[in-house]
């Protein structure tokens, strides 16, 4: 498995998708999923499903600086530290962030997301 081509395009995808329907984002979670949103944790992919459509803009653009991957653990899972800027409608002047995925395989030879950790970074 190549990792960085994987997390490449994990990232594309789940950033392409939380900018065009976040809802749909639930396919990439799963009940044990866990997402630390700003320091605030949730669990389950209904849950964070939630919190992510219950935010506070409705468009937004996620611009990626880097993605870094390592292979995590005997069970075939992968880190995914992204970094980057969100330009939200509206706003002149985009917000640093910086997220990380722990991705673990399917049965069926996807991934789905473990944890999610998300945070503004303020300059």
């Not at 799963?30 to 630390?36: E, G, K, N, V």
């Amino acid at each position: 498995m190549d990792s960085d081509a994987v997390a490449k395009a994990f990232v594309e995808h789940y950033y392409s998708t939380f900018d065009a329907n976040r809802a749909a984002l639930a396919n990439l979670y799963q009940d044990a999923s866990m997402l630390t949103f700003e320091g605030h944790k949730i669990m389950g992919s209904q849950n964070i499903v939630a919190k992510l459509t219950a935010l506070p803009f409705h468009q937004c653009q996620h611009l990626i600086t880097t993605v870094d991957s390592q292979p995590s653990g005997p069970a075939g899972g992968m880190l995914v530290f992204v970094s980057g800027n969100l330009q939200l409608s509206g706003e002149q002047h985009p917000l640093r962030f910086s997220q990380m995925f722990h991705l673990m395989p399917t049965p069926q030879g996807s991934f789905y997301v473990l944890n999610d950790i998300f945070r503004l970074n303020y300059a």
